[in-house]
């Protein structure tokens, strides 16, 4: 009797310490900050000292003109950005996907930019943007033409945050690219050939959609990371000019320690997870269903053999 | 159909040189099977006459005009490759149309063609079929229907049936030998499996090491292998070779073994008189040796016995070396016991020990 229900608990006393890890590293914090933005909460205060206010700050953020701006922001920024950065390093996948002598130095040569730590690219292009000595406007001049207001003007911020992250970003898209084109099977490229497809017909009709799996991980991968874009904002224009390159991690950080709204920041928190956690789920639906769909055609294979 | 012809074709890859100077001319409507082992160029000069490899040096003319430097699509040739290169996201129908789409035909022609080579090959219920969700057997006929749907005058095969299982293997080989009497198509077979070769080509090229061995149709092949290689390359199960010395006893030819003396025929106890202490090899098919009582007859000492059907394989011992000899199941085989055998004189066949070239005049080759 007693034996039997040893053996019954075992399995659950293997996963206890994974579960309790599991709670006190996620189940708390998220609970923490779920708790946190039905507060107002001044830094200065303990938890349990501040005033419970229910909804209130997610209805005021509603209303709030500059969350909503940064809200926009953010979208406009991800949307931009993933869609050049995809674009970019898909293409570049396509033109070094060839064997030339010392190709794999230059691969890692392209990976660089991803290695950089943020909070440097963003120093980095704060200089290279600087009015007067930074690399751009000198050249411009140098060349005759006159220098631009990198960072001074929200246009051009808002561009110049873009050239950023585009360029440490692409790296990562060009290397899973290059990774899914590589495995690619080569005889189906030959028979594609054979079958008279020229160049762009067999990027277009044959190697894309095998591999639009990596692709559309990749994809959403950086998408939930742009969402969260903090530092080389951070560095380059700390969200201005005005709120033009204020992205929605920048205000959280800044309602936290320069408005010192805990409770504020809780709830952007999270509206921006809520958003993340969609995408996250769009995700995993998405190779489910790959999965099931692999699965079920192997199975219906097998018992035709 | 046009003949292909090969003149003086080569291809190295950097310092490598897999194919140094290969002639073949491949008439028109024939069907001709490379083969050989592994790495012996066979693929190569394949995928050379398809394009996708470019020839290092030398012609490839189709109908006299040198095709060597034009895109596989301007070719006129349709391939079927070893593990098939169906496309994985089209379903069957689009993987067969797919050469006459890129071609931009009339929507109504390619549904047409689609559905005759799907009825032809049995495929009309799986056009709507992904790759991934059809058989092996299937998949090979997908494959083998996007090369026909094209139309081309000349069709590529690279070992396309060798990621079948054996049972499938040979089913498909006989669906194959009788398509290929249906299209009259000019056909182009690379195999490493000889009996694929013996059963589908009209003509079979033996290559090893980038050379072509021999060529010729496969009964050619077979009575008269023109080297030790061929020999022991085609027939099942293969050739026995032994070692021995020509000598003259009681006024004819002999192999004189440690233990032996097989007697020549007159094909070459004529050509070779007076060759007295040349060393030879001595080549004979299992199914070349008789069970007698006569003089001549060798003791062998049966070690295994390798029960097929009808027929069965022994290997045998005798004077320090192993044959195996082909036998009547009918009668039954001891392991350990000693019989008899004798080698019949018209299926004898010689060889230079050193260079492997048959020791046939050369008007018998």
Redesign the interface.
């Known amino acids: 009797m007693n034996r039997t229900l040893a053996n019954r608990l075992t399995p659950y006393m293997f996963l206890a310490p994974a579960a309790v890890i599991l709670l006190v590293a996620l189940i708390y914090p998220l609970g923490y900050v779920v708790y946190a933005s039905f507060l107002n909460w001044n830094p200065s205060q303990r938890i349990g000292q501040a005033e419970f206010v229910g909804l209130r700050n997610y209805i005021n953020l509603f209303s709030d003109e500059s969350f909503r701006e940064s809200f926009f922001v953010t979208i406009r920024f991800s949307v931009i950005v993933v869609s050049l950065e995809m674009f970019i390093g898909v293409g570049l996948a396509f033109l070094l996907d060839r064997n030339i002598r010392g190709m794999s130095a230059l691969r890692t040569l392209f990976i660089l930019p991803m290695m950089i730590s943020p909070i440097v690219v963003g120093l980095m292009w704060r200089y290279m943007y600087h009015p007067t000595v930074g690399v751009f406007n000198r050249t411009l001049k140098a060349l005759g033409f006159e220098s631009m207001p990198w960072l001074l003007d929200g246009d051009w911020a808002f561009a110049s945050i873009i050239i950023a992250d585009v360029w440490q970003w692409v790296p990562f898209i060009f290397i899973l690219s290059l990774a899914a084109l590589q495995t690619l099977?080569q005889?189906?490229m030959?028979?594609?050939?054979?079958?008279?497809?020229s160049g762009w017909?067999s990027i277009l009709?044959?190697k894309l959609?095998?591999m639009?799996p990596v692709l559309i991980i990749t994809f959403l991968l950086r998408l939930i990371d742009s969402f969260k874009v903090l530092e080389v904002i951070l560095v380059l224009t700390n969200g201005g000019p005005g709120l033009s390159t204020e992205v929605m991690a920048l205000r959280i950080s800044r309602t936290a320690t320069e408005f010192r709204e805990l409770g504020v920041a809780a709830a952007m928190s999270n509206i921006l997870l809520l958003l993340l956690l969609m995408l996250t789920l769009a995700m995993f639906f998405y190779n489910k269903i790959t999965e099931k769909r692999?699965l079920r055609?192997?199975s219906?294979?097998a018992e035709?053999? | 159909m046009p003949v292909i012809e090969l003149k003086n074709l080569k291809k190295t890859y950097g310092a490598l040189t897999v194919i140094e100077d290969l002639n073949l001319t491949m008439a028109d409507g024939e069907f001709v099977v490379l083969v050989g082992p592994s790495g012996c160029g066979k693929s190569t000069t394949l995928r050379m006459i398809a394009g996708l490899e470019t020839n290092t040096d030398g012609q490839i003319l189709v109908d006299g005009k040198d095709v060597s430097a034009l895109e596989p699509k301007e070719r006129d040739i349709a391939m079927v490759f070893q593990d098939y290169a169906l496309y994985p996201h089209m379903n069957v129908a689009k993987n067969m149309s797919f050469a006459l789409r890129l071609a931009r035909y009339k929507k109504a022609e390619i549904n047409k063609r689609v559905t005759e080579v799907a009825a032809m090959l049995d495929l009309t219920d799986y056009l709507d079929r992904m790759p991934g969700e059809l058989s092996g057997g299937q998949r090979q006929r997908v494959a083998m229907g996007r090369a026909l749907v094209r139309d081309a005058s000349i069709f590529l095969f690279d070992e396309p049936l060798s990621n079948l299982d054996a049972k499938l293997r040979g089913q498909m080989r006989a669906e194959l030998a009788l398509l290929s009497q249906r299209i009259e198509k000019n056909i182009i077979y690379v195999t490493h499996d000889q009996i694929e070769a013996m059963t589908l080509g009209d003509r079979i090229v033996v290559m090893k090491a980038g050379e072509i061995m021999q060529q010729g149709t496969p009964e050619e092949l077979y009575r008269t292998p023109a080297n030790k290689f061929v020999a022991g390359f085609i027939g099942s199960p293969t050739m026995n070779f032994l070692d021995g010395t020509l000598a003259t006893q009681a006024g004819r030819m002999v192999v004189q073994g440690e233990s032996y003396a097989i007697p020549l025929p007159e094909t070459y106890s004529q050509h070779l008189a007076g060759s007295d202490g040349q060393p030879v090899t001595l080549g004979v098919r299992p199914s070349s040796f008789e069970e007698t009582d006569s003089d001549t007859a060798l003791p062998m000492k049966i070690i295994l016995s390798e029960y097929i059907g009808s027929q069965s394989v022994v290997i045998c011992e005798f004077g320090g070396q192993r044959v195996s000899i082909e036998v009547n199941s009918a009668a039954p085989v001891k392991i350990g016991e000693t019989r008899t055998f004798a080698v019949k004189e018209a299926e004898i066949h010689l060889f230079d020990p050193d260079t492997g070239a048959s020791l046939l005049p050369a008007s018998k080759l």
């Open positions: 099977p005889s189906v030959e028979a594609a050939r054979i079958d008279g497809a017909q009709y044959i959609p095998l639009m692999a055609q192997k219906e294979a035709e053999m």
